[in-house]
């Protein structure tokens, strides 16, 4: 049986087995992927759009105020 895939913790840069007894994968522990998911709510993280994209996503979304 070969060995399973080694990654490294995306937040503390811990090697992680990939297999289904690491728990946190890819994190290596609670801890680490709980101050990620911090980082995501406080918007250290993002997924980066132009500003227009926006207006053009909820333009049609609502009913202009005059």
């Not at 680490?32 to 909820?58: M, N, Q, T």
């Not at 333009?59 to 005059?66: V, Y």
Request: proline share 12%; aromatic share 10%.
């Amino acid at each position: 049986m070969s060995q399973p895939p080694v990654v490294t913790c995306p937040t503390c840069g811990a090697p992680v087995e990939w297999s289904a007894s690491s728990t946190f994968r890819p994190f290596c522990s609670d801890r680490c992927k709980l101050i990620d998911l911090g980082a995501w709510a406080s918007e250290e993280h993002k997924i980066p759009v132009s500003p227009d994209a926006e207006d053009d996503l909820f333009s049609e979304d609502f009913e202009p105020r005059h």
